[in-house]
């Protein structure tokens, strides 16, 4: 079947310009993660949607930073007023429920490129 | 300080020799812990988990937690050129909405 999917792959844009990245989880899966992967830095938490819960946002870094999940399948993560410290590979995964108990599947990531 | 700490590399072995990979984590309610695998250009994918201590063996792969010591290993045999990837550590807790990922070591095997 289908794995996690996002798009684009990659993205170059300007300082200042708002981006929108698109992640396609695994059908049937309720959860959802958006982590950042920076050189050196590893993989940062970003936001977590689980069902129609409320999503725990506490990994965002600034209020630039947005997502949202319609009808509980795909998702969108925006970046207002991009900076070049932005620039990072920005990977979606999901799960079948909830973290403990089911393995996250990771989409290949977009790499933006703020410049 | 970092929740989970791991050694970045690179690393390069020899075909077939054994490959340890090592991650130490500072948050003693921690009682899940990953190895995922990453190769270039892809996202990663989950090689093992374990739960809370002990040590779980897959074919060439083993994973080790100890929690006296908030440590954990990763050791590959009869490394192979395919194993050339970085590796991540993570861990979690019950009740917790994410993971928590250590920085990747970076690992070549040369034929």
């Known amino acids: 079947g289908a794995g996690v999917s996002q798009s684009p792959s990659n993205k170059v844009t300007e300082k200042g310009k708002d981006v929108e990245l698109r992640c396609d989880p695994i059908?049937?899966?309720?959860?959802l993660y958006w982590y950042r992967q920076s050189l050196g830095q590893g993989l940062e938490f970003l936001i977590y949607f689980q069902g129609n819960s409320a999503p725990d946002k506490s990994g965002l870094p600034s209020d630039r930073f947005s997502a949202e999940r319609t009808g509980g399948s795909v998702s969108t993560l925006t970046i207002q007023r991009t900076q070049q410290e932005d620039s990072a590979v920005y990977l979606c995964a999901s799960s079948l429920f909830s973290l403990a108990s089911d393995t996250q599947y990771f989409g290949p990531g977009t790499r933006l490129t703020v410049l | 300080q970092k929740e989970v700490e791991q050694d970045p590399g690179p690393l390069s072995v020899p075909e077939g020799a054994i490959v340890s990979l090592n991650c130490t984590y500072s948050?003693?309610?921690?009682?899940?812990f990953m190895w995922y695998r990453q190769y270039s250009r892809k996202g990663p994918e989950l090689l093992m988990y374990t739960y809370s201590s002990g040590n779980k063996e897959d074919g060439r792969f083993t994973a080790q937690v100890d929690k006296s010591s908030k440590y954990i290993s990763l050791f590959i045999r009869d490394s192979q050129p395919s194993d050339s990837a970085t590796y991540l550590c993570a861990a979690g807790y019950p009740g917790a909405n994410n993971l928590f990922f250590g920085t990747g070591t970076r690992l070549t095997v040369i034929p």
């Open positions: 948050n003693s309610a921690f009682q899940y």
């Open positions: 059908s049937g899966h309720t959860a």
